[in-house]
């Protein structure tokens, strides 16, 4: 079982009269819907179909319940509510459409928010290196080969690029650095991600294979890169 990880960073808070750190967890892996919709199926019993129609249900019935500005409760979970943001001029406002609005946010219950209580996290503030070890083509069965139009394996470390990120991906670069391809991810964490490059992407030839990711640590981490030389077939 994976430790979990975090990294320090130096709070921003401008007033504070001494420096203070904040914690940055690194997250293992990112999962798509598809893949929490077939995990939960494998570990519950249920067909992934059923699992998909309850949270397609709850969150229909969130989304109401907030245009009605009551509060969903989630049972051992969490309670989604809405939040105002945005100063006001004074006590009776005016509200300013795009200065202030409304923010649906959940807050942990327990025993959800509690789950971890136990758990001390690894600190390795020096921060995430990702690094690509091998690029292997799962048709050819070839290392350092890419074939356009089927599945290719990335293994290395500090990867796990996230895929709700534009800025975090699997790319093809040509001489210049410039990307020339964008891969479709299918597997993503920190030891491996899996993808494919679209048939009519790029020229068959030589080209570098960029994996640009925060490593799982979030927002507050800037977006590094590892690099490696493949053959496009």
Request: hydrophobic share 35%; proline share 4%.
């Amino acid at each position: 079982m994976a430790k979990v990880q975090y990294i320090t960073a130096k709070g921003e808070d401008r007033l504070a009269r001494s420096p203070f750190y904040i914690g940055i967890p690194q997250h293992e892996r990112t999962m798509s819907r598809k893949e929490t919709y077939a995990f939960l199926a494998d570990r519950m019993g249920y067909k992934a179909t059923a699992i998909r129609a309850v949270f397609m249900g709850l969150a229909a019935y969130a989304v109401e319940n907030a245009g009605k500005g009551n509060i969903t409760q989630v049972d051992g979970v969490a309670s989604i509510r809405n939040t105002c943001h945005g100063p006001f001029e004074g006590l009776t406002g005016p509200w300013v459409k795009g200065k202030n609005f409304l923010l649906v946010t959940s807050v942990a219950l327990d025993p959800f928010k509690s789950v971890l209580s136990g758990v001390v996290p690894v600190n390795r503030t020096e921060g995430a290196k990702p690094v690509i070890n091998t690029v292997y083509d799962e048709s050819a069965l070839e290392y350092g080969q890419v074939t356009l139009g089927e599945t290719f394996s990335v293994a290395g470390s500090d990867l796990g690029p996230d895929t709700e990120k534009d800025d975090e991906k699997v790319v093809l670069e040509n001489a210049k650095g410039e990307t020339v391809a964008t891969a479709t991810v299918s597997y993503s964490d920190l030891q491996n991600v899996k993808g494919v490059f679209t048939a009519a992407a790029v020229e068959p030839g030589e080209y570098t294979l960029a994996v640009y990711t925060r490593s799982g640590m979030g927002e507050e981490y800037g977006v590094r890169s590892a690099k490696r030389k493949v053959t496009v077939k």
